[in-house]
């Protein structure tokens, strides 16, 4: 006989999802920050040095991309540079453009880097639509990444909310409850009228997700 699952199942099962990234995020942060201290890096270098783990880290189907993206300026070669492997085949983006236009991204204006930028802390964005990428909703995950007393770039992960929502789905629906951001706006939810991003104006009950920005919420 199935066990119905609880909030607590469903708290579980976020955890378990992000735990993993979190953990991956910290070995780029690593490996990035003893390349700096090395010595001028150029954009071969810094792929050359993280390519066998990320791609290693995406065979997780559940993950849409992942790598780190510099801080303009720092690299000896390029001013603007994504070591970044994204979608099914885990393609290499090495120049920061837009999959539509083709055109130069300034991502240093988007919150998953200007706001570890600001706190120096791992930040969890969205849900939002990923223009510089995927051109669909997604979460990222990222984390500042420091050498020699200046920020080089920033360390992420993406999710696709699509993703999310096969994973989570079936439990919230069992628990009668969303999962929202911490801008209480959902990301899942149970609630068919409730859509992704939408505010959560009531809840009886919030249960946080350990270490990350994410509870479920009970209506």
């Given amino acids: 006989m199935t066990e119905t699952m609880t909030p607590i199942d469903c708290v579980t099962q976020v955890e378990q999802h992000f735990g993993p990234i979190v953990t991956e995020l910290e070995r780029v942060r690593s490996e990035v920050t003893a390349l700096f201290e090395a010595g001028q890096v150029t954009a071969a270098a810094l792929r050359d040095r993280l390519e066998p783990g990320s791609l290693t880290f ?3 189907p559940n993950l849409v991309g992942g790598g ?7 690299l000896s070669d390029r001013r603007l ?5 994204q979608g099914e085949e885990r393609e290499f983006l090495g120049d920061a ?9 300034d991502y240093t204006r988007q919150p998953w880097y200007r706001t570890p930028e600001r706190t120096g802390e791992m930040t969890l964005v969205g849900p939002y639509v990923d223009f510089v990428c995927t051109d669909e909703y997604v979460m990222t995950t990222t984390m500042p990444v420091y050498a020699g007393g200046r920020m080089v770039g920033v360390a992420g992960a993406d999710t696709l909310i699509e993703t999310l929502e096969t994973m989570l789905l079936p439990g919230l629906r069992e628990a009668g409850a969303t ?4 801008a209480g706006k959902a990301v899942v939810s ?3 009228q409730l859509a992704t991003g939408d505010p959560l104006t009531t809840a009886r009950d919030m249960i ?3 270490g990350l920005p994410l509870s479920v919420a009970l209506s």
Avoid: K, Q, S
Wanted: charged content about 15%.
């Fill in 58 to 60: 995406l065979r997780n």
């Fill in 68 to 74: 780190f993206v510099v801080t303009p300026g720092v």
């Fill in 81 to 85: 540079y994504l070591a970044w492997w």
């Fill in 97 to 105: 453009d837009a999959p539509a236009t083709g055109e130069a991204i």
């Fill in 179 to 182: 999962l929202v951001n911490g």
């Fill in 190 to 192: 149970a609630d068919p």
């Fill in 208 to 210: 946080p997700c350990r």
